[in-house]
Every structure is written in structure tokens, then in C-alpha cells.
């Protein structure tokens, strides 16, 4: 049995790299996760240079792209927030780039990659597999839908209530191998 968590690479970055060997390097014993390296982020790294390891090396370069331009969007928009708060002009402070857009690209060009692979593709799709889904995961789904459906009608102004969130929705759902999480997570994306 596997055990995995989603570690953010910032936080924690020897989980997150202990994550990645788990999922990608063949192992039997947990020593064998950490090989002849002192850290998971070294073996990572030793793994991905030795050139054995294909699919560690493709799916971990994604993640890492993909990691790295979510920190680096996060703290955009923590600087642009702080920007607004200490009064200068909006404007002001979307034009400060560091030039750095290339990962940023490459992280979104693999995000699209991900969605040119879903099976959901019209809204006849996303209605059948609406269907497939159990009472679990149909409250999480219908949160879910209800949360972004009230966000859409305050981006479309049909909606003044002031009880929308300003920060991003957090939903932790588990459930052991087999309970549909990722159907779940597919679902969730294709609406």
C-alpha cells in the first residue's frame, strides 16, 4: 500500500520529492526509496540525471515546472496584494515582471496537455459521468459546482451578496485507493 499526500515543494520539499520517488522509481523495501542519497530531493535529482528512470524523469520535470510557476504566480499575486493595500495604483503593480515568463509557460502548456486527455470534452459528457458518481461524491461535487457557480454570477455582476470568498476554495477529500477521488477530481474539471 502506498500512502500519498499532495506536499506543496516550498513547504515541504522532502516530501514532495519523496512523493515523486514513491510514485515513479521502482522500489520493495522504504530504503530503497532513498537509495545510496542523504536526502529525497538529492535521489531525486540523482534519479532524473542517471537517465534510468524515464517516466520519474518526464512526470517530475512536469511537476517541478508546474511547482515552481505556481510559487512564483503566488507570489505575484502576494505582491500585487500588498501593493493595493499600501495604496499604489493596480495598474502600477501588474506591470512589475520579473521577466521571468518561460516556466510560468511551460506550467500552464503542461496544464493544457492534462486537459487535451480528458475524457469530458462536452456537456453531454460531463452529464454522464454526473450520473456515475455516488452520494460521496456527489455532495463534494455539488459544493464544489456551488461554489463556482456563485463566483461566475458575481463575475457576471448577477450577484451584489457580500459572503463570496476572496481566497480560493480548499476542499480536502481522502479516501482509500479505489473510492473514486481521482473520478471525483475528472468530474470536477470536465464541468
Not at 509557460?105 to 469530458?120: C, G, V, W
Amino acid at each position: 500500500v502506498i500512502w500519498t499526500h499532495q506536499y506543496n515543494m516550498a513547504d515541504h520539499p522532502e516530501e514532495f520529492y519523496y512523493n515523486l520517488l514513491v510514485l515513479h522509481k521502482p522500489w520493495r523495501k522504504e530504503e530503497d526509496v532513498l537509495g545510496n542519497s542523504r536526502t529525497y530531493e538529492a535521489e531525486f535529482f540523482n534519479c532524473m540525471d542517471s537517465g534510468k528512470y524515464i517516466e520519474l524523469s518526464e512526470k517530475g520535470k512536469k511537476k517541478l515546472d508546474i511547482e515552481r510557476a505556481r510559487e512564483k504566480m503566488h507570489n505575484r499575486v502576494k505582491a500585487e496584494r500588498e501593493k493595493i493595500k499600501s495604496g499604489k495604483d493596480q495598474s502600477q503593480a501588474s506591470s512589475a515582471d520579473d521577466g521571468d515568463t518561460v516556466p510560468v509557460a511551460q506550467a500552464l502548456h503542461n496544464y493544457e496537455e492534462q486537459q487535451k486527455e480528458s475524457a469530458i470534452k462536452t456537456r453531454e459528457d460531463l452529464e454522464k459521468f454526473e450520473k456515475t458518481l455516488n452520494r460521496d461524491q456527489k455532495s463534494s461535487y455539488e459544493r464544489i459546482t456551488k461554489y463556482f457557480e456563485h463566483k461566475f454570477r458575481h463575475e457576471r455582476k448577477e450577484c451584489d451578496c457580500k459572503k463570496l470568498e476572496k481566497e480560493e476554495m480548499l476542499m480536502f477529500v481522502s479516501g482509500p485507493g479505489g473510492t473514486g477521488k481521482t473520478h471525483l477530481m475528472k468530474v470536477s474539471v470536465g464541468y
